[in-house]
């Protein structure tokens, strides 16, 4: 089947830092990812729309110049959480597309300290 | 716009009990519905689908069934066991391909 890995899958950094994860497709090539914030004990919030080779689409609410996306592979997606604060602590989602469906990664846990 | 409603939870059974999760939707068009599953620190995982009215979608004794009168896609099981506690999402596909979540509905299942 679809597999997406992310990496890391737990990161801790300081206040003001930024922090890059990963979203790889790794059996299949996939033109378009998506990256979702959860909240504890909550749903999945869109965040943005990745498309290899263009500008990444952001939903509405969400700042592009904090959250970077890059999509510069079929198979790699990179989120970008820059000057990250405590506020920004979440657990971070990628899917790829295939078809109709997403194929989910196993998420990143970030928590800014 | 397009939006799914989920029966909050959480829900605690015993073994072998029979589980039903409500979903009901609003969508325009023809949306693909879909129950996603997670267990505890992990991402989702798919559990089933269905892409058209009357479709019936089932995995692991999970079954769901597409209802476009009653616009609803409620998730049922027959014998829960323990490993089925997680947290299940009904999630609603539009056209663009962007899927819209309910809120989740965790499950706990006792021995």
């Known amino acids: 089947g679809a597999v997406v890995s992310q990496h890391p899958s737990r990161v801790i950094c300081k206040s003001g830092t930024s922090v890059k994860i990963e979203c790889r497709s790794l059996?299949?090539?996939?033109?378009?990812m998506f990256w979702y914030r959860q909240f504890p004990k909550q749903s999945l919030m869109l965040m943005a729309t990745?498309?290899?080779?263009?500008?990444?689409?952001?939903e509405q609410g969400v700042e592009k110049d904090k959250f970077l996306i890059n999509h510069a592979s079929l198979t790699l997606s990179t989120l970008t959480v820059t000057s990250a604060h405590p506020e920004d602590s979440s657990f971070y989602i990628c899917?790829?597309?295939?078809?109709?469906?997403?194929?989910f990664g196993p998420g990143t846990r970030l928590t800014v300290t | 716009g397009d939006s799914v409603t989920q029966m909050e939870g959480p829900v605690t059974l015993s073994e072998e009990a029979f589980l039903t999760i409500n979903c009901t939707y609003t969508?325009?068009?023809?949306?693909?519905l879909f129950w996603y599953v997670q267990y505890p620190g992990e991402g989702l995982q798919l559990l089933l689908k269905?892409?058209?009215?009357?479709d019936k979608g089932s995995n692991k004794g999970f079954e769901a069934t597409y209802r476009k009168e009653t616009t609803s896609f409620h998730l049922e099981k027959g014998s829960v066991q323990v490993s089925d506690s997680a947290v299940y999402f009904c999630?609603?596909?539009?056209?663009?391909?962007?899927?819209?979540f309910g809120a989740g509905t965790t499950v706990t299942v006792r021995a």
């Open positions: 969508a325009t068009g023809y949306p693909s």
């Open positions: 269905a892409t058209k009215a009357d």
């Open positions: 999630a609603l596909g539009s056209n663009d391909y962007k899927l819209s």
């Open positions: 059996d299949f090539q996939a033109t378009t």
């Open positions: 899917s790829a597309k295939v078809g109709y469906e997403q194929y």
């Open positions: 990745s498309n290899e080779g263009s500008k990444a689409t952001y």
